[in-house]
C-alpha cells in the first residue's frame, strides 16, 4: 500500500496571503489529522476529519481550516499567514481514527 | 487529564550504550500508547505500539518499550545505540475518553557520540 502523501513538500508565502495544503491518506484509511509542528510549540493537534466530518479540533484560530473529500483526501487552508505559522505541517491516517496513526511527510511552509 | 509526559528532552548515549527514553501517561482507564520516531525534515514513524495485548511490546529497528501500569510508564528501549538511531522520539497516548485524539509528548531528541 502507498503511505500518506502530502501536497507541496515546500512551499514559501509572504504574510497576509493564504495556503492550501493537500493530504493523500492510505488508501481505506477514513481518519485523517492534521499537526503543525514548530521547535518551540512541538506537536500541536488542529484537526480531525472522519467521513468528510470534522470530528474533533484543536486550539487554533478560525483561519486554520480543513475539509475532506469523499475519497478521504483532506486539504488544509490557511488564511491571512502571519510569521507564526511558519512551521512543518503533518497529516496522518487512520483507519478508524481511534487506531495507529500513520504519518504522511510533511508540509514545510515558511512565512516571510 | 489525561496526558502523556516525556522526561528529559536531550538525551545523550555513547554508540553501543543502552538507550532509555522516558514517558508517563496519565489516564483513568488503560490506554494506547505509542513511540514515534522523527528524522531530520521527515514525518514520524511508528516504532511500536501498545494496545493491552502484552506489556513488553517490541518495535521495528531493535526498540522495545514496557507498559507497567503500577508506574504509568511506557518507557522505551534499546540495548545498544546505534549512530542510525540519532532522531527525535515522540510518545503518544489515545484512550477510549480522549474522543479519539491522539496526544503526543514534547519530543526527546537523541544525540548518539560516536
Known amino acids: 500500500k502507498a503511505g500518506v502523501t502530502q501536497t507541496p513538500r515546500y512551499l514559501i508565502k509572504t504574510r497576509g496571503q493564504q495556503v492550501t495544503l493537500s493530504c493523500s491518506p492510505i488508501s481505506g484509511h477514513r481518519s485523517v489529522s492534521w499537526y503543525q509542528q514548530t521547535p518551540g510549540q512541538g506537536l500541536q493537534f488542529l484537526f480531525e476529519y472522519f467521513s468528510e466530518t470534522q470530528r474533533n479540533k484543536g486550539n487554533f484560530p478560525g483561519r486554520f481550516s480543513g475539509r475532506q473529500f469523499s475519497n478521504s483526501r483532506s486539504e488544509m487552508n490557511v488564511s491571512t499567514l502571519e510569521l507564526g505559522d511558519s512551521a512543518l505541517y503533518l497529516c496522518?491516517?487512520?483507519?478508524?481514527?481511534?487506531?495507529?496513526?500513520?504519518f504522511g511527510p510533511g508540509t514545510r511552509l515558511t512565512v516571510l | 487529564a489525561q496526558s502523556v509526559t516525556q522526561l528529559g528532552s536531550h538525551v545523550s548515549v555513547s554508540e553501543g550504550a543502552l538507550v532509555l527514553l522516558r514517558c508517563n501517561y496519565s489516564?483513568?482507564?488503560?490506554?494506547?500508547l505509542f513511540w514515534y520516531v522523527q528524522y531530520p525534515n521527515q514525518g514520524l514513524q511508528l516504532l511500536l505500539k501498545y494496545t493491552s495485548a502484552a506489556t513488553l511490546v517490541k518495535g521495528i529497528n531493535g526498540f522495545e518499550a514496557e507498559f507497567k501500569k503500577s508506574e504509568t510508564s511506557f518507557h522505551l528501549t534499546k540495548p545498544s545505540a546505534h549512530m542510525s538511531d540519532a532522531a527525535e522520539y515522540f510518545c503518544a497516548f489515545y484512550s477510549p475518553n480522549t474522543g479519539n485524539q491522539f496526544y503526543f509528548g514534547t519530543g526527546t531528541s537523541l544525540t548518539v557520540i560516536p
Open positions: 496522518a491516517s487512520s483507519s478508524l481514527g481511534a487506531d495507529t496513526q500513520y
Open positions: 489516564s483513568s482507564v488503560p490506554p494506547y
